[in-house]
């Protein structure tokens, strides 16, 4: 469930992307959905590496399996395995990518269309 959200946060971002470049040219809306599909592809290989090395095969399988007593921890490690956390990894470092790149990165400056407001000499 936690990865299907995350998915679907996933989309919803592609949406909002596509619909917000899309504005000016209906090719930079499709430019940054393209960009945005690279990002999680590469992202998610990397983020999955990186949890195969924190999360060690022995100690992610001695707890996995351990009896636990309580409904919360049971449906924790049914929803928060090592794809999830990838996942979540993964996730937060998009956010701090798009946020850099989209928010701070397309300020904006005088266009071609508009005149300079300098004034002429």
Known sequence: MVAAFIFL????????AFFNFKKTALSEGFLAVALMGIVFAVGWTIATMLTNVIFMPEWFIRWYYQPLNSLFWRTVRKEINRDTISLLILT???MLFYFFYFMLGTKKGPSHDEP???PKL
């Open 9 to 16: 946060f996933h989309f919803l971002a592609f949406c909002y």
């Open 92 to 94: 937060g470092g998009e």
């Open 116 to 118: 300079s407001q300098t």
